[in-house]
């Protein structure tokens, strides 16, 4: 997908070969200085997105008590964590809960799809004047300074809404932040990243032939250009992006297939197994954020026929995030990365009365995430929901306490003073308390 902005001519964008197909989305990567400083440790984050709004009633919070038409079809199964139960369609993540916790106490401003993504991948809230950062871009934009082989934010699947837009991306910080986004399946048998695979009639020599050339022309078009806030560091962000298009580090990460056998089918060979082993590899070679599109085929926004998508999109869920969590352990990474799983909302406890089969509807006033790794306490279970996993119960988290928890993990200031759009100041986050039982 390319994306052009006035800062950069079409020539360069064209006449350097490949870099025409990653657009400025690399080159602004390097464009603006970062204004934190650096935290203790680096911590990385795999932001598994279950778009659409998953059960928590069916899946994290089960309530077998329940009537019928609360309950539903599915039973619960013990973990290795003491009083935590799980869907019966979840056996890897109940093998490994002592790697994640849950928080059953969610709730948040909005049941609207869009406005309830913006907000969970945000900690802000979206308004007609106000476009809130993700977290990749926030980590980004606080912590980014060096030069990269690698995209510091990557997306694996597209996440829009048709409604509200692209949520987690730059936002008010300018698309200069937005993620490298791979639109292509990693389960297809033909998936590649070609914008780091220089074309055929194009070789790494050439690139370099047509740097040495741009170069020479952009000492004549400098003088033309000076007036251009681009103009003054132009030369540092066309090296470093070339630099990225033809470094072996970013075109080996995202080369899955160098992955073993055992290792792909231990993920689960499908859009979101995948996903997330491509996601592995992206950080492992230096990539600091990544969003893993969640689903294999209906999405979470289950209105009719809840039973059945659950059956169709939990078991590569669980499977893949199970994977995730035990290979991040024993590769020594998961203390220093974060991995999330949420969507903007849960599911009504009372199941509909749709034709096609019954079905659950927007909850925002009660539902569930999970978050592991990244220096967050494993094994826990934060809050609690009343018989009907209606209501909260006990130890509500809003959505900027998720958030201020992310920020806490990932090292990022909370009270970083940005520039809106229209120079208006904001905090990075103005609201929200970290989980001190997660910590």
Same mark, same amino acid.
């Given at each position: 997908?390319?994306?052009? !902005?006035?800062?950069?001519?079409?020539?360069?964008?064209?006449?350097?070969?490949?870099?025409?197909?990653?657009?400025?989305?690399?080159?602004?990567?390097?464009?603006?200085?970062?204004?934190?400083?650096?935290?203790?440790?680096?911590? !990385?984050?795999?932001?598994?997105?279950?778009?659409?709004?998953?059960? /928590?009633?069916?899946?994290?919070?089960?309530?077998?008590?329940?009537? $019928?038409?609360?309950?539903?079809?599915?039973?619960?199964?013990?973990?290795?964590?003491?009083? +935590?139960?799980?869907?019966?369609?979840?056996?890897?993540?109940?093998?490994?809960?002592?790697?994640?916790?849950?928080?059953?106490?969610?709730?948040?401003?909005? &049941?609207?799809?869009?406005?309830?993504?913006?907000?969970?991948?945000?900690?802000?809230?979206?308004?007609?004047?106000?476009? &809130?950062?993700?977290?990749?871009?926030?980590?980004?934009?606080?912590?980014?300074?060096?030069?990269?082989?690698?995209?510091?934010?990557?997306?694996?699947? *597209?996440?829009?809404?048709?409604?509200?837009?692209?949520?987690?991306?730059?936002?008010?910080?300018?698309?200069?932040?937005?993620?490298?986004?791979?639109?292509?399946? $990693?389960?297809?048998?033909?998936?590649?990243?070609?914008?780091?695979?220089?074309?055929?009639?194009?070789?790494?020599?050439?690139?370099?032939?047509?740097?040495?050339?741009?170069?020479?022309?952009?000492?004549?078009?400098?003088?033309?250009?000076?007036?251009?806030?681009?103009?003054?560091? /132009?030369?540092?962000?066309?090296?470093?992006?070339?630099?990225?298009?033809?470094?072996?580090?970013?075109?080996?990460?995202?080369?899955?297939?160098?992955?073993?056998?055992?290792?792909?089918?231990?993920?689960?060979?499908?859009?979101?197994?995948?996903?997330?082993?491509?996601?592995?590899?992206?950080?492992?070679?230096?990539?600091?954020?990544?969003?893993?599109?969640?689903?294999?085929?209906?999405?979470?926004?289950?209105?009719?026929?809840?039973?059945?998508? +659950?059956?169709?999109?939990? $078991?590569?869920?669980?499977?893949?995030?199970?994977?995730? +969590?035990?290979?991040?352990?024993?590769?020594?990474?998961?203390? !220093?990365?974060?991995?999330?799983?949420?969507?903007?909302?849960?599911?009504? &406890?009372?199941?509909?009365?749709?034709?096609?089969?019954?079905?659950?509807? /927007?909850? !925002?006033?009660?539902?569930?995430?999970?978050?592991?790794?990244?220096?967050? *306490? *494993?094994?826990?279970?934060?809050?609690?929901?009343?018989?009907?996993?209606?209501?909260?119960?006990?130890?509500?988290?809003?959505?900027?306490?998720?958030?201020?928890?992310?920020? /806490?993990?990932?090292? +990022?200031?909370?009270?970083?003073?940005?520039?809106?759009?229209?120079?208006?100041?904001?905090?990075?986050?103005?609201?929200?308390?970290?989980?001190?039982?997660?910590?």
């Amino acid at each position: 997908m390319l994306r052009f !902005n006035t800062g950069f001519s079409r020539r360069e964008l064209l006449q350097v070969g490949s870099l025409s197909a990653l657009g400025v989305n690399l080159l602004d990567t390097v464009q603006q200085p970062a204004v934190a400083a650096q935290p203790r440790r680096e911590v !990385n984050c795999i932001l598994l997105w279950l778009l659409g709004g998953p059960s /928590h009633i069916d899946m994290y919070d089960m309530k077998p008590l329940a009537p $019928p038409e609360i309950r539903g079809e599915l039973n619960p199964i013990a973990t290795r964590v003491p009083g +935590l139960e799980l869907s019966e369609l979840m056996p890897h993540m109940a093998d490994c809960a002592e790697k994640f916790s849950v928080i059953r106490s969610m709730h948040s401003y909005s &049941p609207t799809h869009g406005q309830g993504d913006f907000h969970l991948m945000s900690g802000n809230r979206l308004t007609n004047s106000l476009n &809130p950062p993700g977290f990749g871009a926030m980590l980004t934009w606080q912590q980014e300074r060096r030069a990269r082989q690698t995209p510091p934010f990557v997306q694996v699947g *597209k996440l829009a809404s048709p409604r509200y837009g692209d949520p987690g991306f730059g936002g008010f910080l300018g698309r200069t932040y937005d993620p490298f986004v791979v639109e292509r399946d $990693p389960n297809s048998g033909s998936f590649a990243v070609d914008e780091f695979s220089p074309p055929e009639s194009v070789g790494v020599d050439r690139l370099s032939d047509r740097q040495s050339l741009l170069a020479a022309l952009d000492q004549f078009q400098s003088h033309k250009e000076r007036q251009l806030q681009f103009a003054r560091t /132009h030369e540092v962000f066309r090296e470093q992006a070339l630099s990225m298009i033809t470094s072996r580090r970013a075109k080996d990460a995202f080369d899955i297939s160098q992955e073993s056998e055992k290792v792909r089918d231990n993920y689960g060979r499908n859009r979101v197994g995948q996903g997330l082993l491509l996601a592995r590899r992206l950080v492992e070679a230096g990539v600091r954020f990544v969003t893993v599109k969640g689903y294999v085929r209906y999405g979470w926004d289950h209105h009719p026929e809840v039973f059945p998508r +659950l059956r169709t999109e939990v $078991p590569p869920y669980q499977q893949g995030y199970a994977a995730l +969590l035990n290979d991040l352990d024993q590769r020594g990474m998961l203390d !220093n990365t974060l991995v999330i799983t949420a969507g903007e909302f849960g599911r009504t &406890p009372r199941l509909n009365n749709d034709p096609r089969a019954p079905g659950r509807d /927007h909850w !925002n006033r009660c539902f569930s995430l999970t978050l592991g790794g990244g220096g967050i *306490k *494993k094994g826990i279970v934060l809050g609690a929901s009343d018989k009907h996993a209606a209501e909260i119960a006990d130890r509500p988290v809003s959505v900027p306490d998720f958030a201020a928890t992310v920020y /806490h993990a990932l090292g +990022l200031n909370p009270k970083a003073e940005l520039r809106t759009l229209d120079d208006r100041p904001t905090l990075a986050l103005p609201k929200g308390e970290v989980i001190p039982e997660l910590i």
